[in-house]
């Protein structure tokens, strides 16, 4: 059963707004960073990522944001368009913003932490008049993610963009990415998440993550079902709420719900793991694949992602997948 | 023919949320400011206004906001007391905010300004978390006003109490009431109006702003119909667009269009108006009376105040309204 | 014996910097503000006060300052005029700031209070640059208060203007006038006013402002005779230190101490009377008077403020204080 | 001629307040930041890396400092602890500060660039109250910095610290280390460089930042005779002016002027040249020797850090230096 339809004719199929920053990875892992010495840089931010999955799946790829005038903007301009990531809507700061950064830490495969650096940072400063109408017209679907929408005026200018893809049919996906620093209270987070989400069709977060957008609310049980029902009272089409190692679930309109089985990988640590997901789950959504088809790329995209040291550079190929998904099926990758 | 269902059963008949703050009138008029050496302190705001209004009709009346923890402060407290206001979700500031304070100047009839203080003003500083639902759901309507969207945290506040009044089903009227000072763009403005207003059963607002709120939309003609219409795709019933001298339109789901009389009036300056027409017309519609009798009631009710030297204070009892319409039928109120 | 020797040749008798803000004085008094219901509008502000007067005791009288540009900074400009007082470098902001308000209650003669409105203020906007050196240069004394001290960049306009005075040899008086809103911290102030202090040839205070400076010391009996030695090991000449009831004292750095007869009066409300000391004393300074003839002088200046309901509009003229003196003394005025 | 007398019977010879931040160095050299992909972690900051070059050279060393409460901020603490100087009066921050970052770009030996991270840092969250006067007491020199002034509550901690100095009578030297970022204006930055510096006993700095120092005043002809006899009209004894490649003069009170010779480097870049020089030079002073061995002392260990990759970790011990001096004198080491 299909359950959304992508409006035909348009010349991207997938438009990402919000954070673009840098990941400075430490090389030496398996240590506290209070031990570490040298760090690599990446391309990161959840947003960023999923662009960067969903173009090396051959997705025609745009990006909404806003980077900082300074050597690092520059160097995530010029991977976006290495990656064939279309830049014309990814504006320069002229405030003297500073690019994000996050150090990632890994102490060992389960326990990673994130040093982050938001004080004044460009993606935050996306103005709503810096949004593309035409851009988001020529889409077939339009991601959007939690992170963008925590500091004016890069909230205002996601909220418009949310307007502009109910005007024009652009499917909505809605990463929720909740991460508590930069937002003032929990009540402003779960207002806006609230706000943003009752206009999306498809909306993936952690069990977590919907709590939080919840607690003006009465789901004592914390139950998947309440949850769904109330966003397909909104826009909602697909609602999937991750529950960490148990696996994710789809819940559809119709009632039903769907999963998935997951793949064993060789954890390094587990950052990367949900855009990749994303990318995968959604670039299915755009063949036309069944949610459980699309879950299981998604599924295989992460536990790729999981492997490796970096998010972005490892966001694989639609052949990378599929040759995991087939040494997984033939035995060769175990935990 | 009736347009909006009140719910049955409810405590009170109205709740407005929002600004709650100081009008100091220049006591010497048709003068500019700098020519005045005494003022005169009154209960001010837009939201207070028609509560106060509305209280005076006889109407069951509460308040959702948030006063400073000084003089000012406490005069609001027992004015509001004073007329029979419920303040049982009127916080007191603790965080040494101030009370907004509004100086007018009245150069002529038709020539009014004000000094508006809004720096750290404590109506801002309502909470989220300050808004009580149980509150909301023993109330036929609420009433919210463009303002206290200006800033967080009250614009977070503003748009929870939208979210609880639809939960429990309480009529909701927006009164524009837009003021350029303490938004940060006009975009922002739009944004966030825009977010409320489809969540808004009545509308009320000058054409200019529903012209600001249209910035992101294609209306070249400034057609009150294409305006009406994009409200009725959401949760509008009603849709009030006033135009100045020209009078004030009512337009209504089915399509049609409603038009009242207006009254004459010995104008001693043009503040309150808006406020003093919007709680006669809602009073009207609280009691089941056709539009256009309801809008008379407001045309009434705002000759009234614009005739006098306060405005909440000015704010007549139906048989201060009943008794000037009967003077200007009789001819004994002329301009 | 002479103190302070005041350059010759000079343009001014006397400029003052800092705060000028409106004062708006209850008319209805002996009650709390919550049951006022006008208000009266006077210029005001500590070196404002005293400006006014020098100006009115006949002194030649300048102002560096900043005024909002709306009614109020005007009507402070059209006082300072008409009070012949040069305002040749009195600034009008540009960023939209507004003018500080005082709103004073009266309850009893012995018990008022101050409600401020001190955010976003014109006067603390006055930048280092904005600083006339040449007017300094022909200026006999420069006065200096605390208030603007409290921010930046009027903080930094204050410390560059005791640079000029120094280098051009303008006598400096210092009015500790220290108010604890506005300011930071308690260490902050304390840092501050001793730099400021550092540099004057007059400080004039109470012994609880001279405590604050000193929390960084060693004076467990609060000593005035410390407190003036500290400052006489800078550039101090003279330093009063006011006891309230018990009366002020000059010290002088050759060890004296000084102290003049006070005056009765019947007390409206004590705002104002430090101001008018300050104008009193520093008057009899410039004309070569002894400290405790210079003493006296204020003194009576502030018996005839506190006898009034007004600060700025009291400052009384020479001849009015000569004769207030005269009436005490024929015991026409007591207690 | 000794120029300076140090207090006898002080625990520690030296002790340096303000800045204590994180430097990323590329690994990647000769190539601008865009192209390089990792970065090697140090302690940075001027006064920390001067501190670790006194602790390096024999001195008893100890910082008065804020880190903040995260990875970043414990390794710094460590580093230090691991170069033996005293950590006593390094507080950390709990407010959710980060810690300092320095990027730096090295294009080619001549051409350096530093990419700063200075929104919310710890470094600058020190307050006056987290000044330990009893260890100011017990030190022989305490060195300021002039990025520590360039924001509250830091500018006041640094204030007061030379009060306490003053009181004490330990020999403070001024690093002025001028950095446009951080700071509002540049009339904000001469007041307080002013001010600072009118305190202080030995002054090190570019012919540049004296320029900026002297921004309110006449030295037409930048003129370091006008610009030292200033100083020497205060507490300065030596005043150093740095002019590039022409070398450094060292000017003191008695009217004599002082230059020593330089020594060739191989230079990798150019960063950490002035405080190797400033640890090397006050090193000497300490020891008693004349200005011109010092400051030879300082060019040497100014040469081996240009020499090298990073700058607190390349500060070297009197052993180097003396060796290095021996082998340029032996013509073994050449440009």
Not at 84 to 99: F, K, S
Not at 227 to 235: E, G, I, L, Q, S
Not at 253 to 266: E, L, M, R, T, V
């Amino acid at each position: 059963m299909t359950y959304i339809n992508f409006p035909p004719g348009r010349n991207f199929d997938f438009a990402a707004i919000g954070r673009l920053c840098i990941d400075l990875n430490a090389n030496e892992i398996n240590r506290p960073m209070e031990e570490t010495r040298t760090f690599t840089k990446y391309v990161g931010g959840s947003p960023a990522n999923i662009a960067i999955g969903m173009s090396r799946l051959g997705m025609k790829t745009t990006f909404i944001g806003k980077i900082a005038n300074d050597q690092m903007g520059r160097f995530i301009h010029r991977y976006l368009t290495d990656n064939r990531i279309d830049t014309g809507n990814v504006v320069t700061d002229r405030t003297g913003a500073v690019t994000g950064l996050a150090f990632t830490e890994i102490m060992s495969p389960a326990e990673c932490s994130i040093l982050m650096y938001r004080d004044n940072v460009a993606d935050l400063k996306l103005l709503p008049s810096e949004i593309n109408e035409e851009l988001i017209s020529r889409t077939k679907m339009l991601l959007i993610s939690g992170t963008a929408l925590a500091k004016s005026p890069s909230r205002e200018a996601v909220l418009q963009s949310l307007n502009y893809a109910k005007k024009h049919g652009t499917v909505i996906a809605f990463d929720l990415d909740y991460r508590p620093y930069t937002w003032t209270s929990s009540e402003e987070t779960a207002v806006y998440y609230n706000l943003a989400a009752e206009k999306c069709d498809i909306i993936l977060g952690t069990r977590e993550e919907f709590d939080m957008m919840e607690r003006f609310e009465h789901n004592p049980e914390r139950s998947d079902q309440v949850t769904a029902a109330k966003w397909f009272n909104h826009c909602a089409k697909i609602v999937i709420i991750k529950h960490g190692k148990e696996g994710s679930i789809a819940y559809t309109k119709d009632g039903a719900s769907h999963q998935a089985k997951s793949f064993p990988a060789k954890v390094v640590k587990t950052f990367g793991a949900g855009d990749s997901y994303a990318a995968g789950f959604l670039y299915g959504l755009i063949q036309g694949w069944t949610l459980e088809k699309s879950m299981e790329f998604g599924s295989a995209a992460a536990s790729i992602v999981i492997s490796s040291h970096s998010c972005s550079d490892a966001m694989p190929t639609s052949d990378q997948i599929k040759e995991y998904i087939g040494r997984c099926e033939r035995g060769e990758i175990v935990v």
